[in-house]
């Protein structure tokens, strides 16, 4: 992502990059920092002097517990001349919220997979033969695929649905999973059929531009790791690009969400999985088919409608990619 928002600059201005710790992408930056972490008093006052001293224009953020500590102080940043490519506090909560997203979607008329906070509700369910076997167990709020467990029996709900609940309380899930309290934990019918990945894609100030579609062919750890465009010679087309055109209505996302659909095979319908208010891991393939969507950003925050929309439209269906490892030297800050 460093190295495509530098190529959309066209040499025109300089990309840093910023964490709490030491990550490869600071080995490709023009410069890097290191902040206060998300939740410090200090993080929002450290990024606007930053910001302000280095003359940014533009602030994106690829991490979904960031996004709403960054949508509450937009107006901050707009003061200095920073505009922050993010969404408003009520989509986030949408997305980083699977319970709330399943209840925003049902109401907008797109399928999720039926949700319960609890395993006696999902039992009861069972026994009614209102829901069936297997159930994930996965964060209510939560990323990466971390956290997220099959269950076949009663006995095997119970153990995984404590196993999630210890895992979010050791990793940084923890923070926006407090406020839920016994209720950060979701269970859900388990949708099986392809899978595919959407890039929705809106203007800077919310405004739908088009939808990208890519069914997925390999995953590693999460995040995609083989995948094709899909155009509409493909038979799944229509209906996931009127998904994502729906998603967009619904959510009003500004720039890029990342989003994950099953098209259930006993259903034949495309079910949301999972919603990413960022840039995600299959965007590289949207990218490699053509389109430009960090070129989009540049020129949107120039005012450049027209062109910024053209830069989204190049993924060329058919395009098949893979991703490989490569291996970085980091030398140690300070």
Known sequence: MVDYFKEALRGEGLVFVANSVMSPAM???????LTPLIYSRDYIPFLLEQCKERQIGLLVSLFDIDLPVLAAHRDEFAAI???????????LQYCNDKLKMTERLSGAGILTPR???????????????????PLVVKPRFGMGSLGILKAYTPEELSAVYGMCAREIAGTYLRYESAASGDRSVLIQEMCSGPEYGLDVIC?????????IVRRKMGMRSGETD???ILGPDDPAWTSLNKTGEKLAG????????????????????PFVIDINARFGGGYPFSHLAGADVPRAYVLWMKGMDEAARAACMGAVPGIHGFKDISIKRMEAEG
Request: proline letters at 3%; hydrophobic letters at 40%.
């Open 250 to 269: 619904a959510l009003k996302p500004r720039g890029l969400i990342d989003v994950d659909v099953i098209i259930d095979e006993a259903e034949q319908q």
């Open 115 to 133: 949700c319960f906070t609890d395993v006696e509700e999902a039992l009861r369910e069972i026994r009614k033969e209102e829901a069936f076997w």
């Open 81 to 91: 001349g920073t505009t922050v490519a993010v969404s408003d506090p009520e989509a």
């Open 27 to 33: 080995t490709k930056g023009d410069g890097h920092f």
């Open 226 to 228: 083989e995948a094709v």
């Open 203 to 211: 203007d800077l100030c919310g405004n739908y531009v088009t939808t």
